[in-house]
């Protein structure tokens, strides 16, 4: 009787495991409008691009600029699509806020933890990792 139980239990474990939280990472959510992901996820490859020192603030708040404005063109009511054009409105905000600070190679770490935050929580809002 033990082993059953503790076989059952180790499956329904397993079952938890492979079940996870909800939808697959990386699917667009639902009701979101594939343009405004689609600038979404470029904005997310923008930010990690600077974080990594790949990009200048000043390269990846031009990338963000030009996101924005493409993603405010776009036309949707979807509560989602808004929050969306929202963060990469404040991540332009916060790489501006970056690129002109006379700090010349040494970002805050404030800023940057502001910076990483802003970015979490549109990947969350995405639905990536």
């Known amino acids: 009787m033990r082993r059953y139980l503790s076989v059952l239990l180790a499956v329904c474990l397993c079952c938890g495991l492979l079940a996870g939280c ?42 963000l600029s030009s996101l924005s404005k493409s993603a405010d063109s776009v036309s949707s009511e979807e509560v989602i699509d808004s929050s969306v054009q929202a963060s990469l409105n404040l991540l332009e905000a916060q790489l501006r806020g970056i690129s002109y600070d006379d700090l010349s190679d040494d970002v805050e770490s404030e800023d940057l933890s502001k910076l990483r935050e802003a970015r979490d929580s549109l990947k969350k809002t995405l639905n990536i990792k």
Do not use: C, H, R
């Not at 594939?34 to 923008?46: L, R, S, T």
């Not at 974080?51 to 603030?57: G, K, V």
């Open 22 to 63: 909800g939808g697959k990472s990386g699917e667009k959510p639902e009701n979101m409008n594939q343009e405004i992901y689609n600038y979404g996820v470029k904005a997310v490859d923008a930010i990690d691009s600077f974080l990594e020192a790949d990009i200048t603030a000043e390269e990846a708040e031009e990338k």
